[in-house]
């Protein structure tokens, strides 16, 4: 009965929790000094002595490096070695070729804009039949997103063939922004003559002047029809902090295609740019300006140094994309919108050895972070960071001992810039074996017994990793795997605030009671409230893709009189989820439930069917108006969890074009259906705390 | 402006979660093989070829010592260095002098059982102005709870001149079990022949029978005016693992004063005992009797090595008992009832080097229990494990590497026996500098602004840890401390379930939507649902005592017409808490709200009130009915957090005698009162999550 025995162990070891997001909010607000009790950002008593380091213009930025660059690794020559490896550099340059070629594109090759080249990944049945060493790949396909003269374009790309084939396009919304877009409508504004004559009566440099691109939601008719973006500027005298100095109030409309400036809001004439002093978080600025930083609250954190056990498990990277360790077996890879793919995690089966399947798929679908203040320069902060921005595209390379400890193992991500050409993300993902000096399993007897055990394991687990810097923010995204079947997602939230100036410098000058939008953190600093939902798209195959998603709800059972001295009891009923329907969940504390992918096929040696539990963990509910315009777009965050039937195509939760979409396309629109569920697409939506100062 | 600036921090690092319980159930599921995906605990398969070895009988279980024991480090020569060490062996010999010459115990002081003897901590000002290295230390006192013919007397006594004084006694309920009676009342059963005639009828030898001792609430008057206790039996033959062995149904009550036997209940003679095979989780038995470990299941799992950076902070034990770290300071001690104290939590402030009041003493304060099961032989168990059992008693030594990684410090327990007489518990907590490969703080610029920079600094913690075995179960009790400031109390779940007994073998002999209060784990086997509600007390005094409770609620706020193209946003509302019941808090996921301890006294540089946040994570709520007697008694689990004003003898959730206690001295009694809130001591009701299998 091996095949039993093990079974039973996944329901039963899920208990632990399978699958759990748990909130690190590792230290978002403490640029500086952050790892010590001792600083704070905004700190005026160290700034007297220090001379700021002026920034150059914006657009000689990258003028400030300072450091060397190790070169990067070359992929001019590798070749995919699993069907879920991403497309390789020469597969991007063919991808490109065919698509140059393709009428009516062959016309003005230059006018084509890519937004997205990405593998279209085999059908599950092609992947799961596929023996490594044995088989010979699957035909390779791209699927691009492309723009040519205002039109976009969803198109499949046979590789070898040539053959480009057209997909449906959604009916409202836009491609994700390139990188090469978001970089260069900051400086679309500069050609405004009346931009720059606002900024010179806010007593700004234009040298000084550094512009984030913010995606402006959908907020009805007038801004259909177009693709738009607002433009947010900064002061970047004296800082490389730049975050910490808005011209607040200054809000710029701009088309995207054409760079033109539709429209400056300036409601902000009477509020001061923050001060600089004190807001430079970088090191090594503070080694050259203020000596040694440990006296100005920098602590030297050296981390403690996790040397691999001479016997213990390794992590093994095998052919580039494939971990091993203890037991588990994963494809790993970066993406351009997800950030960081987890496919065909399976763990091994000790009595027979073979792996059996646990997710085919793994991502986050998609994040969602309005702010919380309905004003006009802040009303539209309402980002979808992976839709929007792209989550893998700001994802920038890992620093090695102080992002992963030693020892830790790093992929590269391979994008594809607007004109189609192939880039490379060096160190984008790392994978490290942990120990936290934490403790998978004990067992002491206790003086009761008189028996002299004392047993105890140590935890180690899998962890991989990957950054994104969507701007202000840094988000960690961490996948780990225990060697007892456990996955565990955790979202970090580190980086800086994006925060809005104001005339305060001291709270007493707010009148009683005022809707601030947040807390005054320094003198003419708010930080303005707002949450930050990250969506997991997880698809289960606990040992194959017939799973059924089980609610456990636990609820108060009254006794019958004289039945037992208790009056009331916890009794738990197991219900099957027939629809989608069935499927949304709603969290409640006193009506508690507990969440299993079990696959109804396979039972364990007494009879269970063997799953998975699911935890949601670092929960929040939205709280927003269900018809406002924000919440409309972002209403796959109107439930915990939902469930969905496979289907490929649905990978986003906010829909395949989220900017400017209306909200048509989401998570929340295809549950809706009453269809059956039996073969799995599991939609966690997994969400982040609420973050209020 | 240094005072203000660091206060700031205080508050904006609070953000980060200043107190966070997190569930971490490190596997409480699998106690063999845990650390790896291969082995299932009921494991008929690898069962065939195995020598069950027999056990010794339940007197002789010492006789099954192995391993030699390292000499424990004499304590003989202790002398208190600081006002909250715990009292020395020979302080506890003085105490124990004391008390027996104290009339009326000096007529018979064999008569005279000690339930706890401890330090009886000196006033808040007199600890607060206490100076190290130059202050004598204040009077040494130590508080009692005994029982003499019948009686319990709660004393104060004075080490120094003798003095004893009578402190109120509570109305019901009985003092913590010793150790002495919670090892002596399992054999109670065997002197009476009704049991052994039960026992042999079942088909278990006498010699193979073990018991444990289970405290059986509190179900009316038939059970007042005389101390119980349940004991209930399990075969312990062929396995360490007893516990999956139960003999169900078997209850015998018995009088814990006289050891009188007064009560056989026998409802199981048609279920089966479990059987043993695959049940022992020892990794040396499967060393011996099965080879090597790993083609069973059992992965060699070595922890990786934590290695101190050399320029890293370090952990500094001073006297003892006082640990220093990071900008840290603070004072751990063994309790035997909470297990570890922290007290005198501070925190430096880099600009002024003084170290600044965060915690003044936090603790676990009770633990609640119940199974879920209203049967004759199950109804009962809704264990307090600290009131009852004592939850430092039952704490074990921590096992080197294992438990705590390499470089760990420990600190032993030093308690008393029911005689009076003092004995070591060794290595019951360490102390160790953490590095999970965490990052404390990072921030990229991302390609959008063309800044180079990559700034990160690795996370480095403090944790203090302590692991209770309360029989089956092993609680992993975590205190981690952050430089920036954070301190997060997790609670790992770990050992052996609990099990029942059944009939069935398989789930196909069960009715359809049979409640069996619980899940078929394996043959025979049921786990029985249950709660594991822990409470943590929490004196907090942030920058001195004076600290006020402030609610922050937040809730939609919608616009008004043509304010806004946002119909709705977030709305945060601080409330200043007036009085405890205004403090008493029940989390819901749709009505949120975030829960700070300011000190109104003291202001940021800007004006606002420093503090920590209280994040109460892990979060379940009760379900049974509010007046199911043991609802009465764990009345503390009726909201997630109360608010107190400081009361030094308010110290236990439960109360101060929780055994057969009928919940009239909870931490729910003490809250129903309108007392103003000012000088604050703060209960944090931090409940555990829901088990059901």
Redesign the interface.
Known sequence: ??HS??L??LI??A???ALVL?V????????RG????????????AAAGSSCTRFAP??C??G????PKPKPPSHETDVPRHPLDPLTVSEINRAREILRAHPPFASSPSSLFVHSLALDEPEKAVVLGWRRGVDPLPPRRAVAVVRFRGEAFVLAVDLAGGAVTPLPVPASGYPTMT?DE??SL?FAPFADPAFNATIRRRGVRLSDV?C??ISLGW??PTEENRRLIKVQCFSAEGT?NFYMRPIEGLTVLVDMDTAEVIHISDRGAGIPIPAAANTD???ARHMQEEGDPASN?F???????????????GVELVDGHTVRW???ELHLKADARAGMVVSRAR?????TGAHREVLYKGMASELFV?Y?????AW??KTYMDAGEYGFG??A????P?????RH?RYLDGVFVAADGRPYVRENMICV?????????????????????????????TL?ARM?A????Y?Y?MDWEF?????IRIKV?L???LMVKGTA?????QARDNE?M?G?????NVIGV?H?HFVTFRLDMDVDGANNSFVR?D??????SPG??????????TRRVARTEKEAQV?????E?A?FHVVNPTKKT????PVGYKVVP?????T???P?????KRGAFTNNQIWVTPYNKTEEWAGGLFVYQSKGEDTLASWADRFVSLYLLDFYSIQLMD????
């Open positions: 009965m091996d025995t093990s039973l162990r039963f070891l208990l632990g929790a748990l690190l909010r590792s230290a978002f607000h403490l640029p952050i790892d010590t009790p001792t600083t704070s950002l905004f700190d005026a008593a914006w657009g930025r990258k400030d490096r300072t450091k990188m978001q970089v900051c550094a984030l691109p907020y009805g490389a978080y970088r090191y609250g602590q030297k954190v050296r981390a403690p140094s996790m040397e691999p056990a001479p016997s213990g498990p203890g037991g588990w763990v091994q089966d000790p009595r309005p919380m203040d309905p004003s006009e009303y539209f595209l700001q920038m390379p890992l620093v001992l102080n992002d992963c400890p830790a490290f074996e942990r120990y936290a000096g934490d403790v998978a399993w004990r067992h002491s007897e206790s003086p009761i017994t008189g028996m002299d055990i004392r047993e105890s394991r140590p935890k180690v962890v950054v810097s969507v701007a202000n840094d960690i225990q060697m007892d079947g456990l970090g580190s980086g800086i305060y410098s001291h709270l007493n809707d939008h807390t005054l953190l320094s003198e409230i949450d456990v636990m609820a108060r059972q009254e006794t039945e037992s001295p208790r009056r009331s009891y916890l009794k738990a709603r969290l409640k504390l006193y508690p507990e040696r007494v009879g269970n963990a670092g929960t929040a509910a709280l927003l108006d018809e406002d315009p924000p919440q609420y973050y209020c100062i």
